[in-house]
């Protein structure tokens, strides 16, 4: 089978770094009702997601985040990938955030039956390789809060 030709990567993602971004996106999105990250600066060390919210989670919230993230870390979900056209695509994930001059064949990755995302990124196979997901600081600025997070013990 010949392999789907997809828009270039510019970057080099940290795998399981990456899969924790994803896994705190959609707990956000079911938490908050509230769109993926709107900026996102995933590193080894460290990370951190812009999320557009009407007020600022509580300390509670941040400390329910984290245990949700963590339950699906725990989990061990498998992460797979599926190469989709746009039109089924469009059925599963949120297309806005894609560039204009997408490929036609977008790839989905999923994480059990949790989260699926367009991505092109690099990912761990299961999220027990990640490690345990740690909210370093957050701060508020009108409409927006911005988390910074770290992983701990990832299994290699």
């Not at 990456?18 to 009702?33: C, D, K, P, S």
């Not at 949790?114 to 196979?125: I, K, L, P, Q, S």
Request: hydrophobic share 35%; net charge negative; charged share 30%.
């Amino acid at each position: 089978m010949e392999s789907p030709q997809l828009n270039a990567h510019n970057k080099a993602e940290y795998p399981p770094m990456h899969t924790a971004e994803h896994i705190l996106n959609q707990t956000m999105v079911r938490m908050f009702g509230c769109p993926r990250s709107k900026n996102a600066h995933i590193e080894r060390k460290k990370s951190k997601c812009d999320y557009l919210l009407e007020t600022a989670p509580t300390p509670e919230q941040v400390a329910e985040i984290e245990a949700r993230v963590n339950e699906v870390i725990a989990a061990d979900l498998p992460v797979t990938i599926e190469f989709v056209t746009h039109e089924k695509a469009a059925k599963i994930v949120d297309m806005s955030k894609l560039p204009e001059e997408v490929s036609q064949t977008l790839r989905i990755v999923r994480i059990g039956d949790y989260d699926a995302c367009a991505c092109v990124g690099a990912h761990v196979e299961h999220t027990g390789e990640i490690g345990q997901f740690v909210i370093i600081s957050s701060d508020w600025e009108e409409g927006r809060w911005r988390v910074r997070f770290k992983l701990k013990g990832e299994n290699k």
